[in-house]
């Protein structure tokens, strides 16, 4: 799902928010009104009085929105499934001032699903990822919503996503499409 628009929206309850870029988590008080201007993966990035914010997926109903529906898995999931289902989800998680999910910007360098050493029958799943610029105040808030939306996998206990500047980020590095899209070709 993907919107860029100026819909408006009210706060129907005080909302848990990033202010982007800076990261810093707010809350914004119901009755509170301003305008999408991303909706994608899930997560909103709303325009409110001067500044951005980041509302994640599941408190999109504070907006008028559908919360994302929980992901399935068939029983007996194979590891091959499941990381399938792991780069899914990585390209549900969005930097919220570019339009690009992580994975096509090319800041993931790599996703394993191993078996999780201290849980039988669940996994663990390592990820080692960058950003577009070392100092970005998002990088936090990317790292969580990375490791928050692998969790949410059934038979994933645990996400351990280690943020890595080793090699750094180019723009070589998004996929042909993403590069279009923003016009770095």
């Known amino acids: 799902m993907y919107s860029r628009s100026s819909e408006p929206v009210r706060f129907e309850r005080d909302t848990e928010a990033v202010l982007v870029p800076a990261g810093d988590v707010v809350t914004l008080p119901a009755g509170s009104t301003g305008y999408i201007t991303q909706g994608l993966g899930g997560s909103y990035t709303v325009f ?3 500044n951005l914010f980041r509302i994640a997926g599941s408190n999109a109903d504070a907006i008028g929105k559908d919360v994302p529906p929980p992901i399935e898995l068939p029983e007996g999931a194979s590891d091959e499934e499941v990381e399938k289902l792991v780069w899914s989800q990585l390209r549900t ?3 919220p001032e ?3 999910n992580v ?3 090319g800041l993931v360098y790599d996703a394993t699903v191993l ?3 201290e849980q039988a029958g669940q996994r663990k799943v390592d990820v080692r990822m960058t950003l577009t610029a070392p ?3 998002m990088g936090d808030v990317l790292v969580a919503d990375v490791r928050d939306k692998l969790e949410l996998i059934p038979t994933v206990a ?3 996503v280690e943020l890595v500047f080793d090699p750094p980020w180019t723009r070589e590095m998004m996929s042909e499409a993403a ?3 923003v016009g770095m070709f």
């Open 48 to 50: 409110v009085e001067g």
């Open 93 to 95: 998680c969005f930097d």
């Open 98 to 100: 570019i339009p690009i």
């Open 103 to 105: 994975v096509d910007l």
């Open 115 to 117: 078996s999780h050493p």
């Open 135 to 137: 100092g970005c105040g």
């Open 158 to 160: 645990e996400a351990d």
């Open 179 to 181: 590069r279009l899209q």
